[in-house]
C-alpha cells in the first residue's frame, strides 16, 4: 500500500565530474538524482568553486541561442578535491511516535484497499457533471450549422485516459466523503477537499515529458536563427500524477507519480490515508498560529500601551518645565516691577493717557494672574494631569 520514494543513497563526485554534470543537466533534475534541491546542489557547487550555467541558461540553448559553458577555474588549496553528496531525509516521518507518523499510520488503517470500477455506472455528482457537460456542448456543436463554429465548439472526445482519470477520481471522491470528507469544485473545475474543516486542494493530471523533435518547413522559415533546428516541447508521458498543492504539514507527501509497475489505482489507499492524516494536522496548525497571532496581538497592545504611557510620562514632565519656566519669568518679572518701584515717579506723568502709577498695577495685577504657585500644589497639578501622549505633535 505504501509508495514511498527510493532511498538515495549517498554518493562521492569529484570537482571535475560535478562540473561536467551541471553543464550537461539542469540544477534542478540533477538534484533529483542526487536526493537534493537545485538550491541545494547550487550551495555545494558553490562551496568547491564549480560554475553552473546562470538563469537561462537552458531556455536559451533550446531555443536554439549560443550559450558558453564557463570552465572550470583551478583549485585553490583549501579547496576540496570532492563532496559526498547525501539525500535530504524527510522530517518527522522516521520517527514512528511523531505525531504526523501516528496521525497518517491511524488513517492508514481505515483505508486498507480501494476499488476502483472498469466502468462508470453510477459516477459522482461532480463527475457526472462533467460528463454531462461534455454530451451538452456536443449537442450545441450538432446544432450549429456553421462548420466553422461546428469545429470549433465541439468539444474532443474522451482518451481512455481521460476516462481512467475519470474512473480513480470517482473512487477517490467516494472513498473520501464515506470517511467525512467533502469535495469541492470551485472556478475552472478546480478540486478540493475539506477535511475537519481545512481545505486541500489537488489535482490529478497527465505527466508531461519534455521532448526535443526536428522543426517542421515552416518553423525553420519563422525561426532562421535555430542553427540546430531542433524544438524542444511538452507531449503527454502516458502516467497519472497526483499532486495536493496545498502545503501539508511536516513531509507528508504531496505527490504521487505513477509507474508501469505501480499504477495509480494502486496508489489511492495511501493518498486518500494522507487527505485523512492532513486535516486535523492543519486544523491543529491553523489553531496553534491563531494562538501565536492572538498572543503577539495581546503582546503588541502592551507594548503600545506602555509606549503611550512612556509618552505621555514624557509630555506630562515637559509640562511642568514649561510651568516651572513660567513661573521663573514671573520672579524675573517679579524683580523687575520692584526695581521699577524704586524709581522715581512723576505724578503728572500720562502714558496712553494713564498715569505711571497705574501701568504699575496694571503690571502687578497679571504678575499675580502669571505667576503658577497662585494656583497652588493641587492647580499645578491638575494642569499637568490634563496632559496625554497625544498632547504634543512634534
Known amino acids: ?3 514511498e520514494p527510493t532511498k538515495i543513497e549517498p554518493t562521492t563526485v569529484s570537482r571535475e565530474e560535478l562540473h561536467r554534470l551541471v553543464w550537461e543537466t539542469p540544477m534542478v533534475r540533477l538534484g533529483e538524482r542526487f536526493g537534493i534541491s ?16 546562470p538563469r537561462g541558461h537552458w531556455a536559451k540553448k533550446a531555443a ?26 524527510p522530517e518527522g516521518l522516521d520517527d514512528p511516535n511523531s505525531p504526523v507518523q501516528q496521525a497518517l499510520d491511524d488513517a492508514r488503517s481505515k483505508t486498507v484497499s480501494l476499488h476502483v470500477p472498469e466502468r462508470l455506472n453510477r459516477p459522482h455528482t461532480i463527475i457526472a457533471g462533467w460528463l454531462a457537460d461534455h454530451e451538452r456542448r456536443k449537442q450545441e456543436a450538432r446544432r450549429e450549422r456553421d462548420p ?52 486541500i486542494e489537488f489535482e490529478l493530471r497527465e ?53 508501469a509497475a505501480k499504477p495509480m489505482e494502486e496508489l489511492l489507499p495511501e493518498i486518500v490515508a494522507t487527505f485523512i492524516a492532513a486535516g486535523p494536522l492543519l486544523a491543529e496548525q491553523r489553531r496553534a ?20 504611557k512612556r509618552k505621555q510620562d514624557q509630555n506630562r514632565w515637559r509640562r511642568l518645565v514649561q510651568i516651572a519656566g513660567g513661573w521663573r519669568e514671573v520672579e524675573v518679572a517679579r524683580d523687575f516691577i520692584a526695581a521699577m518701584r524704586q524709581l522715581p515717579v512723576a505724578e503728572e506723568q500720562l502714558v496712553d493717557g494713564q498715569p505711571l502709577e497705574q501701568w504699575l498695577l496694571w503690571a502687578e495685577k497679571h504678575l499675580k494672574s502669571a505667576n503658577p504657585l497662585s494656583h497652588g500644589v493641587e492647580g499645578i497639578f491638575k494642569d499637568i494631569a490634563q496632559v496625554q501622549s497625544w498632547t504634543y505633535r512634534d
Not at 467533502?182 to 474543516?197: F, M, N
Not at 505527466?207 to 524542444?232: A, C, D, M, S, Y
Open 1 to 3: 500500500m505504501n509508495d
Open 38 to 53: 537545485g538550491n541545494g546542489l547550487a550551495k555545494i557547487c558553490r562551496r568547491l568553486d564549480i560554475p553552473y550555467p
Open 148 to 199: 466553422w463554429r461546428r469545429d470549433f465548439m465541439r468539444p474532443a472526445e474522451f482518451s481512455e485516459q481521460d476516462r481512467r482519470r475519470h474512473r480513480i477520481l470517482d473512487a477517490l471522491f467516494k472513498e473520501l466523503e464515506r470517511q467525512g470528507v467533502r469535495i469541492i469544485q470551485g472556478d475552472y473545475r478546480a478540486l478540493s477537499a475539506e477535511v475537519a474543516g481545512e481545505k
Open 289 to 308: 498560529q491563531e494562538e501565536r497571532a492572538r498572543l503577539h496581538a495581546i503582546a503588541e497592545q502592551r507594548r503600545e500601551q506602555e509606549r503611550q
Open 64 to 89: 536554439g541561442h549560443k550559450v558558453i559553458t564557463v570552465p572550470l577555474p583551478a583549485a585553490q588549496s583549501n579547496t576540496p578535491a570532492s563532496v559526498r553528496i547525501s539525500s535530504t531525509e
Open 207 to 259: 505527466k508531461q515529458k519534455q521532448i526535443r523533435r526536428p522543426l517542421t518547413e515552416k518553423e525553420r522559415e519563422r525561426e532562421p536563427w535555430n542553427k540546430k533546428g531542433v524544438k524542444q516541447e511538452l507531449q503527454p508521458s502516458g502516467f497519472l500524477v497526483f499532486v495536493i498543492k496545498t502545503y501539508l504539514v511536516g513531509s507528508l507527501r504531496r505527490e504521487w507519480l505513477e509507474k
